[in-house]
């Protein structure tokens, strides 16, 4: 069975609780789902998954959420070669805070990216502004998600 981790960062839980709901849509499409929330890079280097769904909320003024910030430290420092991995974004912000809107996302992506790592589809962006639960716009983007890119195994 195929591995999808899904790399949690949150502040407040938001982005726990899209990971939570929308794992059973993929262990529906045939996937062995690990929900990671503390990730470090090993996970994704060590063990590599045959995809990898980012769910990371902005917290500050653009900046990741704490027990993230460890995870990007590394990449960053390491600078380890992400060519087998595939990977899909979530990205939770509020455009309130204008400039920095999903910030932590967008900067994520362009690291994965750096490193050779390939996302497939867009990026989804969650603005509070707009969606008061999470959930309401993860489960059909993630139901679109899967069928626009054949991950159904
Ligand atoms: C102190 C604070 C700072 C925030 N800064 C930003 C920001 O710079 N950009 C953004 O898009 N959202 C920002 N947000 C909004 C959060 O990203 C948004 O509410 C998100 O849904 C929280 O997800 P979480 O529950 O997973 O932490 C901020 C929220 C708080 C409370």
Request: proline letters at 5%; glycine letters at 12%; a negative charge.
């Amino acid at each position: 069975m195929p591995k999808l981790k899904i790399v949690v960062g949150t502040v407040y839980g938001g982005a726990l609780d899209v990971a939570e709901q929308v794992s059973p849509l993929f262990e529906q499409a045939g996937y062995d789902v690990v929900v990671i929330e503390q990730p470090s890079l090993k996970d994704l280097t060590d063990d590599t998954p045959d995809l990898a769904l980012f769910c990371v909320s902005t917290t500050g003024s653009g900046d990741f959420p704490g027990d993230f910030v460890p995870f990007v430290r590394e990449l960053k420092s390491q600078s380890p070669s992400l060519g087998a991995l595939r990977y899909g974004l979530i990205a939770l912000g509020d455009s309130s805070y204008g400039d920095t809107f999903c910030g932590s996302g967008r900067a994520l992506d362009e690291i994965l990216a750096d490193l050779g790592g390939q996302r497939l589809g867009e990026r989804l962006e969650i603005d509070a502004m707009e969606t008061f639960m999470a959930d309401d716009a993860a489960i059909p983007w993630v139901e679109g998600w899967i069928e626009a890119e054949g991950l159904a195994t």
